[in-house]
């Protein structure tokens, strides 16, 4: 567990006083730190260096934050690369854009170093994943509809075809695929889906549940997340059981 070894992080920001300052801490915490100041040595480091988290900075010089949180979401090797993004934007529309890029969580600038730990310590638990239940690691494979889902090898495909998921909304897709046209309340797949300890809005999952939907549909297939109104969502073919 994580817990157990310091963290290798990768600080990317090109406010010089900040990246000192969110080093100097982390540091202080028992992590290895390496600080980059633009996003083409950060794309490097993330190669190279392989850190286990990535505090990314929405705008930087060579590669935006935005723009290489979605490069490393489209490569196998860094799909599941947790991600926390540093933005001086405060509007929510921005917090969400953050979350659709494929970050995992973000951190308004300035933010105190208590809320970065715990940030860091809940993307890493969400990361990790939940503890199995000895029903849910029996379960290698499932299946509904034409998706199919690799528990063990952490691969999505849908006829065929492999999908690219964040680490969220793969964790939403493993709880619908485990309970098929059943009708989750957001609280549900909040509780399903991100750790408990910390705080998520549960308008989140709307937006986890689009991206989601956008991938599941990247192929043409129909679209097999329901909305139910007022409820939450279900994972449904129209079928009947």
Known sequence: MFEDRPLRILVAEDDAALSVM??????????????????????????????????????MPGLSGVDLCRRLRMATATRYLPIIMLTARGEEQDSVHALDTGADDYLVKPCGMDVLHARVRAVMRRSAGRAATPAAQAEDVLSFADITLDHAGRRVSRAGTPLALGPTEYRILLHLLRNPRRV???????AAAWDDRIHVEERTV??????????????????LIRTVRSSGYMLDDGKVA
């Open 22 to 59: 969110l080093s100097y801490n982390l540091e202080a915490a028992g992590h290895l730190v390496m600080p980059v100041d633009n996003g083409l040595d950060a794309l490097r480091e993330v190669s190279e260096w392989k850190p286990d988290l990535v505090l990314l900075d929405w705008m």
């Open 184 to 190: 989750f309340s957001r609280a549900e797949i909040l």
């Open 206 to 223: 709307d937006v986890h549940i689009r991206r989601l939907r956008l991938a599941l549909n990247a192929t043409g297939g129909a679209d």
